[in-house]
């Protein structure tokens, strides 16, 4: 498959955390939270108390966040209308929907968790199948993100909740378009209209922060029948590592022996050729190439939903655009956009507009952005928050430290400034170029 689709078992989206034991992840990586601008200490508790709960500085909800809406109340979340799933897919899948009954009286009532019925359901309806599918990962999006932002507030001694737009208003299906991917798995590309997007958050001229954990444009839902399998690759082994003026290692693949070329030694080829040396990111780059054209298609015995996000390296040309628009309309907000968690590439984008922050997650570990995601204007280390992977908690954390700035009176665009003062950059290679990613540091806030 195309590493920009996303598949979906298993997915960060579709955890199934309890809703207790997430909250509970999130205060423990709380402690980094605390230090922010004369906050109260952090409070320990997965769920606090109600005499700590009186506590907590009262923000009055500045956020807007566009995301898929629960269907029904939930505390903290403030919404005017509950979208219901039945409508949703009766709009998504247009002349080929089937009722949920019918589906019901043809694989048993049991058909979103037996294996064998899904697998029947993704032959039979493949349409049908990833809407199911892709709802049941997203579904409880909003609330999980939602969730985050409260417990980060609750950590720094603040209070508050968030406006929430239905992303479901803005999925458009019309037009849908069928497409195949080259090894012929069906896929559907369904639009997140930037206008819908418009028309709604003009219902929110008080809110002057806009948490958008989603992309704007044309998603691809594929059901997967075909993929590439793991095979054996025997690399060559021949290599030689040697040492530049730098100190820098060079990988010769193939290198039979050493030779001196210039004053300087390199690897060679039996007859003596010298070989054009690697370094090891490009070799590791290499062998992960090798790897995938040694791989073979084969069927797979549990089809599956995958979703290929808008700003994918096929398709962000097309897509940014529309999100670009989105910002320009309402100049006087500042929007925290996820970049995704699929290789997204966004080096090289047009000028983009000044109040919006693109985010990406960065992986402490490896030193590196998560998922390759390059590009963006902030990376959050997720586990330092205790957060789950992917860019939407990312955008999360930025969204609620923004929100708490703001309360403070700080304009958008000193709040675009002050946290984009509170990183510390820490280079990385991306491909064969040495890039720069700016990491968020909460304590960087302090004063």
């Known amino acids: 498959m195309d590493s920009s689709v996303e598949k979906s078992r298993p997915s960060a989206l579709g955890s199934k955390l309890s809703r207790r034991s997430f909250l509970k992840k999130l205060v423990v990586g709380g402690a980094a939270i605390g230090v922010l601008i004369d906050a109260p200490q952090f409070q320990p508790d997965p769920i606090l108390k109600p ?114 737009a239905p992303l479901q208003n803005a999925l458009n299906a019309s037009p849908v378009d069928f497409v195949q991917d080259e090894l012929g798995n069906k896929g559907y590309f369904l639009a997140v209209s930037q206008d819908s997007i418009i028309d709604t958050l003009k219902q929110y001229p008080n809110q002057k922060i806009v948490n958008f954990s989603f992309q704007v444009g044309k998603i691809g839902f594929f059901v997967i029948q075909r993929e590439r399998k793991d095979a054996d690759v025997q690399l060559d082994t021949d290599n030689i590592i040697l040492a530049d003026e730098g100190g820098n290692e060079l990988v010769y693949v193939g290198a039979k022996g050493i030779s001196t070329v210039n004053g300087k030694p390199v690897g060679v080829t039996e007859t003596g050729e010298p070989i054009t040396p690697m370094t090891k990111e490009q070799y590791e780059e290499f062998k992960e190439r090798k790897i995938e054209e040694a791989k073979e298609v084969v069927s797979v015995e549990h089809p599956y939903a995958s979703i290929r996000g808008a700003y994918s390296k096929e398709d962000v040309e097309a897509n940014l655009p529309k999100l670009f628009e989105i910002c320009n309309t309402f100049p006087d907000k500042v929007f925290f956009v996820a970049a995704g968690n699929e290789g997204e590439d966004l080096r090289a984008i047009p000028h983009k507009p000044d109040n919006l922050v693109i985010i990406a997650e960065w992986n402490e570990g490896e030193q590196k952005p998560q998922h390759k995601v390059y590009g963006a204007d902030l990376y959050v280390n997720n586990d330092s928050f205790h957060l789950p992977r992917g860019s939407s908690f990312s955008t999360a954390v930025i969204s609620t430290f923004a929100s708490m700035l703001l309360s403070q009176g700080l304009s958008t665009q000193e709040i675009q400034q002050k946290l984009q003062s509170a990183t510390e950059n820490v280079s990385y290679r991306a491909e064969e170029t040495e890039e720069q990613a700016p990491i968020f540091n909460p304590s960087n806030l302090k004063g």
């Open 51 to 164: 005499e700590k709960k009186e506590q907590l500085k009262m923000i009055s909800p500045n956020i807007v966040m566009v995301d898929f809406a629960p269907s029904e109340p939930q505390e903290k979340i403030i919404q005017s209308v509950f979208p219901q799933e039945t409508e949703l897919i009766k709009a998504l899948t247009g002349i080929d929907y089937i009722s949920e009954d019918k589906i019901v009286d043809e694989f048993g009532s049991d058909f979103r968790t037996n294996q064998k019925k899904q697998d029947e359901l993704f032959k039979k309806y493949p349409k049908m199948a990833i809407i199911y599918d892709a709802l049941n990962r997203v579904g409880s999006h909003g609330r999980l993100v939602a969730s985050a932002m409260q417990r980060i507030w609750q950590g720094a001694g603040y209070d508050s909740s968030v406006h929430i």
